[in-house]
């Protein structure tokens, strides 16, 4: 069976190491030491001036829009992983939809103003695969607008955009450390933010509001890592650069062999140091999709399509059309891609894939 992603499992005895150390320590949530070694130590390696680690990659969208986006409207991405409208939908927001680049795949950045109305308080954006949107557009807009940016920034572990981590963009960027993503503590995830002011709001909401012991900021959830997350996290760390380039000879490799007429791939926005994370290609029709899909399961591989539906047609929203990502949604597939998919199955998959086109 190939899936189409696989978690990097690190050595066990590296695990039960941190595991000890908990052991020891007799702790195991409410900011630990394995917590704040594991912050302070992406601190270092993403180069970013904050870090605060959560429990999965949903509750700091949640707490960013419940500060930022105040109930208004939010104008967001169709083209995602569910999680970023219903968060939106969640927090009592209401989603505006502006439709996607048909290459980047990230919001139209175009067509973001006409989407404004006096009832915007936000901008929730996807640097889809780790594919950043237009930052520095979405940011001068937000600034005539006086609107709040925040971007699920799920993918981006390891990204860098014109020299910085791409995590250092928006009000706030919000990351995913679950399974099956590219650095995972199984379920976790994290918030960034430049603003010291702002960074403290969300640091105090993701632990009830606390101010001390008896004190209270204001109104708060708990979304805290806990030390066997964190443990995780220690564990697998060390091996990100051996992951990513694993990744990059699977995606090189793809690239060589899938140059084809009858697909295309995403493009990745200029002065990017991609992360490698999905291999989208996107088919001439849904039909071609569908048979190189059934292709590939027969041989027990495991595409998926994402992402499929296309947000703005979820049912609990009010729909608007949205031609360009409700088209690529129908024709995108993902292919198998992670640290140690070898060279015979890629061949079958891109044989396969040849053979339906
Ligand atoms: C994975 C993902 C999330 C949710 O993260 P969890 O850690 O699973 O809660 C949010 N947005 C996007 C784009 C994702 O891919």
Redesign the pocket.
Known sequence: MVPVTKTFFPPLNKYTDHLKRIWKNEWLTNRGELVIELETKLKSYLNVPNVTLTT???LP?QIALKILANGGEVITTPF??V??TSAIVWENCTPVFVDIHPEYLTIDETKIEAAITSKTTAILA?H?FGNPCNVDMIEKIALKYNLKVIY?A??CFGVRYQDKSLFNYGDVSTC???A??IFHTA???SFFSNSDDLNKKLYYSHNFGHNGPENFHGVGINAKMSEVQAAMGLSVLPYMAKIFSDRKSVVDFYNENLDNAKIRKMKIRHNTEWNYSYYPIIFNSEEALLKVQESLNEAKIFPRRYFYPSLNTLTYIDQKIMPVSEEISSRILCLPLFHDLDVINQNKIIKIIKHNL
Do not use: I, M, P, Q
């Open positions: 999965n990659g949903t969208l995602s992983y999680a970023t996807t889809v699920d799920a993918h995913s450390f679950h099956t993503k379920e976790g995830g």
